[in-house]
């Protein structure tokens, strides 16, 4: 009976470590060749980066309500000003620090 119990609480134990290792299935992959997008309002235009509010809805205004974006990677024209909308390409990682950060961007485009 011991035995049984030992071999039953053994295999749910492996079963365990096996489920929290896999993947949710989410938005992105942290290190993975995922990307993830979002929108939000130009707050404000510094020497090298863009201090931005995710749009209303954005799974990012839960990580952060401002976040500084590097102006790396734009589309050429037009050329962003304070209170247009961009679309913003990340790896998915928000450095939490106030205001946010992210770090690795794919791309930047005006669309509004």
Known sequence: MKRQLLLILTMSLILLAAACGTSSGGESKVGGDE?????????????????????????????????TIPMTNMEPSPEPEVGDVLEIEYDGSIAESYPAQITKVYSIRVTE
């Open 35 to 67: 990307t993830v997008t979002f929108q939000a309002t130009i707050i404000e235009i510094q020497d090298d980066c863009y201090l931005v509010e995710p749009v209303e809805g954005s799974a990012e205004l839960n990580s952060a309500d401002r976040i």
